[in-house]
């Protein structure tokens, strides 16, 4: 089973709106990592957070992490249409060890 | 800095033919792991390569294995293929593995 399951799957906005997704895992993680994948393409690395780490900024990126409900948000302020993509968490946890699992995706469509 | 890449980038095989496939890293990084991605199951996690070694394995039958080079180059060979194969399969490097990975553009493998 998935370590990281996204929600929701999908999502739509307008241009200029926020886009909010959350990941949730099962076990203790040593870091956890969000991607961006334009359609059947490679991932590119968004922004890692580690276990000790409650939130990180990366330009219009924010993710946040809570350890507590082992989840974490990532939030995409002023959306532009070629935020259009799917976006997926990672976990990196010893209980899967130490390798990275991904999960599900948040297919996201930014309507200009 | 060049990227990962990966070739071919589309492969057409049918039923019962084995395929290889090549990545190679970006340099300096001795992490190479390789994913398998398709609608159904998402992104699922094959195998990872360090210093030539396999470090870390996914739940993939013995068709799947790989290898990797003193040069950090990888590749991957599926043997006996199945219309099940049918699948982006994508190259991912890294300076330790469970950090922030860097992916190819993957080869879209089409099993008739």
């Known amino acids: 089973s998935q370590q990281g399951e996204e929600d929701p799957q999908a999502l739509s906005i307008q241009e200029g709106e926020n886009a909010t997704m959350n990941c949730s895992y099962k076990t203790s993680i040593n870091n956890l990592q969000w991607y961006r994948q334009n359609s059947g393409r490679g991932l590119v690395h968004l922004i890692l957070?580690?276990?000790?780490?409650r939130e990180k900024h990366s330009g219009r990126l924010r993710v946040t992490l809570d350890t507590s409900k082992k989840s974490s948000s990532l939030l995409i302020t002023a959306s532009r249409a070629a935020d259009t993509a799917s976006y997926f968490c990672?976990?990196?946890?010893?209980?899967?060890?130490?390798?990275?699992?991904f999960g599900g995706g948040t297919r996201v469509l930014v309507k200009p | 800095k060049a990227g990962v890449t990966q070739t071919p980038r589309y492969l057409i095989k049918t039923r019962g033919q084995q395929v290889t496939l090549s990545c190679s890293p970006i340099?300096?990084?001795?992490?190479v792991s390789w994913y398998q991605q398709t609608p159904g199951q998402g992104l699922q996690f094959l195998f990872e390569y360090f210093s030539e070694t396999q470090r870390n394995k996914g739940n993939f039958p013995g068709r799947f294995s790989g290898r990797q080079f003193s040069n950090s180059r990888s590749e991957m060979n599926v043997s006996t293929l199945e219309l099940g194969d049918s699948a982006l399969y994508l190259c991912?490097?890294?300076?330790?593995?469970?950090?922030?990975?860097?992916f190819g553009p993957g080869t879209r493998l089409t099993v008739l």
């Open positions: 991912a490097s890294s300076w330790q593995g469970n950090n922030e990975q860097f």
């Open positions: 957070i580690r276990s000790n780490e």
């Open positions: 340099s300096g990084h001795r992490s």
């Open positions: 990672a976990t990196d946890a010893a209980a899967a060890g130490n390798k990275l699992t």
